[in-house]
């Protein structure tokens, strides 16, 4: 578990500026966030402080960049895990590890001096998911951890701890993780636009050399439906097959090639797993 904890965790130097479309999730994301920052004014009109934002939508549009983004923004120690590394067949071990997930965030801020601390779980509903049969879900342990730690969060001064969580299926969570002072700020992540399309086309081109005749605006008609993820993709196929070719540029021939590559793929992807 650590280890792959590690790897999410570590310095956020990702910006805002990096992640391409998003402007309605990006402006919602920002003003929550402005309750860390002005953590004095916010108890000054006595507001409750904010511990959660669940961030939901589709695979690969851009809820991981959003919460490192969170944290370089609001200048925060930031913390990963996905849910999954919570499931565990021993009874307590996914609380305990709940429980590290904190004080982990609670020691990072401490030994980089910083008031704030963001921790990202991502695929909540896999701790978070509804029961089935009625099964009360009050009685889960590492669920029932999240929420007792949450509740925690403003026992102590500092570090001020957000929790951002993400997921691809917010109708299978648990109504507990829902409620005032858990996860009560939800923000939609969508497929970008056409327009963000080519904002994110043009990001992930920055670093690769475009021929003349490459019209981004046009692979962004082109590329309906893709998500964040599947348009760096499109762009990284392209190099990849300029490279094969030992050509010197990505053409719109190569970035044709490289779309077709990747609707293909996620028919493939979805075949195997019907
Ligand atoms: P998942 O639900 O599968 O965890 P996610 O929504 O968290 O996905 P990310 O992990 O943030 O998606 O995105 C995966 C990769 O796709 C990013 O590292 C980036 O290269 C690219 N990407 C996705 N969305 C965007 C975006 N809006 N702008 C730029 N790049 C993006």
Known sequence: GQER???????????????????NAKQELREALDFLIRHEDIK????????GILLTGPPGTGKTLMAKAAAHYTNSVFVAASGSEFVEMYVGVG???????????????????????IIFIDEIDVIGGKREGGQQREYDQTLNQLLTEMDGIYSQDTPRI?????????????????RPGRFDRLIQVDLPDKK??????????????????????????????????????????????????EASMITQRHLSMSIDKVMMGERSDRESNT
Request: net charge positive; no cysteine.
């Open 95 to 117: 609380a305990g590890r709940i429980r590290d997930l904190f004080k982990d965030a609670r020691n990072r801020a401490a030994k980089e001096n910083k008031q704030n601390a």
């Open 44 to 51: 000054k009109f006595g507001i409750r402080p904010l511990k």
């Open 162 to 178: 957000l929790v951002i969580a993400a997921t691809n299926r917010k109708e299978m969570l648990d109504s507990a993780l829902l």
């Open 196 to 245: 963000g399309r080519a904002h994110i086309l043009r990001l992930h081109a920055d670093n690769k050399p475009l021929a003349p005749d490459v019209d981004l605006d046009k692979i962004a008609e082109e590329t309906y439906g893709f998500s964040g993820a599947q348009l760096e993709s499109v762009m990284n196929e392209a190099a990849i097959y300029t490279m094969r070719e």
């Open 5 to 23: 904890k590690r790897k999410k965790s570590g310095p956020a130097k990702l910006t805002f500026e990096e992640i391409g479309g998003q402007d």
